[in-house]
């Protein structure tokens, strides 16, 4: 028998390098795109959609056929949208052992908050402020996902947004850099863990600032400053590179004047240059195209080699890459190496993840079913949703209802599966979801329980609706009414002008205040609504957002007092349309004003004249069955240097009888910068347990670094003078101290 080590010696049967699972990444990337075709190259930029459309259908489709074929060709890098273990590793099969080089595919999938499992909607998850559970989380949805046989998901998002007229506040953190930041550092963790078949890539998106789009209009312009984009929108991104995330996804908008797709500001100078991102950066749906609508880009040659140099790699579903690029580089348009340097990160990829050495490795049917919708994974979302859920007021202290004989639910939000899902429900099935009235029946078996629609799902008042309603709750102890949006207007492609509760909603509740009977109010969105009638009139509200498969136990949780409230809402919800953008880390005006402050000196000054300057709800608030008070604000040190830390401290009882949990929250403000800064910041909180009657001292490390900021060109200034340090449980009360920075 002739030795291995004797063929290989005479050139024969030699394993090619990147076959060989012990040569290191690199040298197997180089050795693969050796012995490419150009048009192979490019197919490893191709993505394409095979199976449900999450964008609009593109022009450049090639049809199912037509994607098998180029799969056989070596011409699709990855796939979106194919999903399920058995699906997947058919189509790994005809990549692996039917084209030429048997290049593994990635697939790609939008896991926003959960696969099979679906948690909270993120928006709702960040009102937790709970960095651990948001992990934990990422953790479920990625063993869930990677079974199925993805590979990547395209989350965590951490747009900063300030408008909820865009319905994709649902998917990001929020209005607050810090937070997002916190969040969607933990996130990614979560998704990636140590890149195993247990887990799957994260995506940072998207990149740059699409939370900032005018009016709120889904996909519209973006025309924000360096020093905002610096300050407000890019940290969260940051933090996700410095957290490890594998791929980057561009944004829709344009940010001064070019889309992001083409940005080279953003993806070469910003993310590779200054943030040393070496990952790769997938398009969005179609952005590459797109370039050519916004007038950047003349026709699809034009737009892939604008991608190309600007550092975006991988094409989503627009084609112009599959269509252009190849011929692009014959033409001397744009060089190879530079095709080379994309094609090398997709493949780095795939050699990282093991694709190239057991391509089925996420294709394992019986390790699907087994891993799906598990009781833990549903005891994880269970506790998510009730943690995200906030109570916006008790006055009456209504709630907890301890042991009802009989409740009323009203509202078609109460009885439907769906809308506890959202557009983002990644595999998510209504059928396995509970609603607010099965909650409430599990919680309360010996309760009756009566339901009455009273509206329907476009929010319009049931005909006989009041009398239906007057009837029934003479019987009844407690009403519980559920108004909102429905789960589909959360997500992409759903902004509204005017995200309101309906009239019949509000009739709804109208007819419900007459019977006398206590009335607890839940408010289901995927998003603030503006609801200052409802705060004003009714006096126990629980804001439940968007609460996923396990949203009904969840709100049964906390309206027995199973589970004590304590998230607090990571938006301001604005008094009216007119005030947004309405957020607390603004700055002051040359003339502020404060609300409260009205009277003969105050009218040249920046002020609305008949809608209040503060939002109704601030960010940061929410209410708990416990009563926390704050006292004792102290520092270490009245002074600090640049190289030093002082240590925040303050006192917090829990007054109450109930054992709780108190975000307390940490704000500054640098009363004189240059350029300034706002009145507000967040820099740091923490979640903590207070037993009833007992009072916790709550300390904060802060050294010098976070009273830093960024100048416009994304360099940290440090600059010396009074700082406000802030204390307290939300953005609004907060008790203050002074400290200098020299
Ligand atoms: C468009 C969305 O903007 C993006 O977030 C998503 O990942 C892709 N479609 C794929 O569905």
Do not use: C
């Not at 309760?447 to 799902?457: D, E, Y």
Request: hydrophobic share 40%; net charge neutral.
């Amino acid at each position: 028998m002739v030795s291995a080590m004797a063929v290989s010696g005479l050139g024969f049967g030699q394993k090619a390098i990147y076959k060989d699972a012990g040569a290191p990444v690199q040298q197997r990337v180089r050795d693969l795109i050796s012995r490419m075709t150009l048009d192979e190259k490019v197919g490893q930029l191709n993505q394409v959609n095979g199976g449900v459309l999450t964008g609009p259908a593109v022009a450049n489709d090639p049809g199912q056929q037509g994607k098998v074929k180029l799969l056989k060709e070596g011409k699709v890098g990855s796939f979106l949208n194919v999903v399920g273990a058995a699906q997947t590793k058919e189509v790994q099969r005809i990549a692996v052992e039917e084209s030429r080089l048997g290049i593994p595919v990635l697939f790609g999938f939008d896991i926003i908050h959960g696969a099979k499992t679906i948690f909270p909607i993120p928006l709702a998850e960040a009102s937790a402020w709970d960095t651990e559970g948001a992990l934990k989380a990422a953790e479920i949805a990625a063993k869930e996902a990677s079974s199925m046989g993805l590979h990547w998901t395209f989350a965590p998002m951490m747009d900063v947004s300030r408008d909820p007229r865009w319905g994709r506040v649902m998917e990001g953190s929020g209005e607050d850099p810090y937070l997002q930041a916190q969040l969607a550092a933990a996130r990614v963790k979560g998704f990636q863990g140590n890149f195993d078949e247990n887990h799957v890539l994260a995506t940072i998106k998207h990149f740059a600032i699409y939370g900032a789009s005018e009016a709120g209009r889904e996909y519209n312009t973006v025309d924000v400053s360096r020093y905002a984009a610096w300050n407000y929108y890019l940290p969260p991104y940051k933090a996700a590179v410095e957290a490890g995330a594998a791929t980057v996804m561009n944004s829709f908008n344009l940010f001064e004047g070019e889309p992001a797709s083409g940005n080279n500001y953003l993806v070469n100078e910003v993310l590779r240059g200054k943030w040393g991102f070496k990952g790769m950066v997938v398009s969005d749906w179609a952005s590459f195209g797109e370039m050519m609508a916004h007038g950047y880009a003349a026709n699809e040659t034009e737009a892939a080699i604008m991608a190309l140099k600007a550092g975006s790699d991988m094409d989503m579903e627009s084609g112009v890459m599959r269509n252009t690029l190849a011929q692009s580089v014959k033409d001397g348009k744009v060089s190879e190496a530079l095709l080379d340097a994309a094609v090398a990160r997709v493949l780095e990829l795939k050699f990282k993840l093991g694709l190239f050495d057991n391509p089925y490795k996420y294709h394992d049917e019986a390790k699907e079913k087994a891993s799906l919708l598990t009781a833990e994974n549903l005891a994880a979302a269970r506790k998510a949703a009730a943690n995200s859920m906030t109570l916006l007021k008790n006055s009456d202290n209504i709630l907890p209802l301890k042991s009802p004989k009989s409740i009323l639910v009203l509202g078609h939000l109460a009885e439907s599966q769906n809308d506890v899902l959202d557009f983002w429900k990644g595999l998510g099935d209504h059928k396995n979801t509970v609603t607010v009235l099965e909650g409430l029946k599990a919680k309360y078996p010996g309760a009756t329980i009566t339901f009455v629609k009273g509206v329907n799902r476009d929010g319009k008042l049931e005909a006989g609706a009041e009398a239906q309603i007057k009837a029934a709750a003479k019987k009844a102890d407690v009403i519980v009414a559920t108004i909102g949006l429905y789960g589909d207007l959360a997500g992409e492609a759903r902004s509204l002008g005017n995200p309101e509760p309906s009239k019949g909603q509000m009739d709804m509740l109208a007819a419900a205040k007459l019977t006398n009977k206590p009335l607890v109010v839940l408010v289901q969105a995927g998003r603030p609504m503006i609801i200052t009638e409802l705060m004003t009139k009714y006096n126990t509200i629980l804001y439940t957002w968007i609460g996923g498969t396990q949203h009904g136990n969840a709100v049964a949780d906390i309206l027995n007092g199973d589970v004590n409230p304590s998230s607090k809402t990571a938006m301001s919800f604005p008094v009216s349309v007119g005030q947004i953008p309405v957020y607390y880390n603004h700055y002051n005006s040359g003339r502020p004003h404060k609300d409260g402050n009205e009277g003969p000196g105050d009218f040249w000054v920046s002020r609305y004249r008949d809608t209040p300057n503060e939002p109704l709800i601030p960010f940061g608030y929410g209410l708990s069955y416990s009563k926390f008070e704050y006292s004792d604000l102290n520092i270490s040190k009245p002074e600090i240097n640049q190289n030093e830390s002082v240590t925040v401290s303050v006192k917090v009882k829990n007054s109450s009888n109930v054992d709780g949990t108190e975000i307390v929250q940490l704000y500054i403000r640098d009363l004189v910068a240059q350029p300034v800064r706002p009145v507000k910041e967040l820099k740091d909180f923490k979640r903590v347990v207070i037993k009833a009657g007992e009072t916790a001292t709550v300390t904060f490390e802060l050294p010098a670094t976070k009273l830093s900021f960024y100048d416009a060109d994304g360099n940290t200034l440090l600059q010396k003078g009074d700082f406000k340090i802030m204390v307290g449980p939300n953005s609004r009360d907060l008790s203050e101290v002074k400290l200098v920075l020299k």
